[in-house]
């Protein structure tokens, strides 16, 4: 079992920055995959970025390359996504994920547990 506590959410202006935190409890963090998605109200969840087990290999979604930097510390535990350049349309809930197999990361069904996620709202 793992459990996942996003932080780091919060209001910002467009152009503007954040750093979200994901927290994960136990001993085995550094087994598992991780994921940000996000989830606009009235939209489908969509995902955002991925990080393999070590650290080595990030994915990101298109409309977030450049932006968005996806990283994990496994000493601590912590996965982070630092976004830059936030734009209003970047507002939703982000919420992190872990994945045991480590596969298809682009896919909220390959994701094993689930944080309940931070808001972040981008002002015009």
């Known amino acids: 079992q793992v459990q996942l506590v996003e932080s780091g959410g919060g209001l910002v202006q467009a152009g503007g920055s954040l750093r979200l935190s994901c927290a994960a409890s136990?001993?085995?963090?550094?087994?598992?995959?991780m994921g940000w998605f996000r989830q606009a109200p009235g939209k489908e969840r969509e995902f955002v970025a991925a990080i393999s087990m070590g650290g080595g290999r990030t994915y990101y979604a298109n409309s977030m390359k450049g932006r968005f930097t996806i990283s994990r510390d496994n000493a601590k535990n912590t996965v982070y996504l630092q976004m830059n350049s936030l734009k209003p349309e970047d507002t939703a809930v982000y919420s992190c994920a872990a994945s045991r197999g480590g596969y298809g990361l682009g896919l909220g069904a390959n994701y094993d547990y689930w944080g309940q996620g931070t808001q972040v709202t981008v002002s015009s």
């Open positions: 136990g001993r085995t963090f550094s087994t598992y995959a």
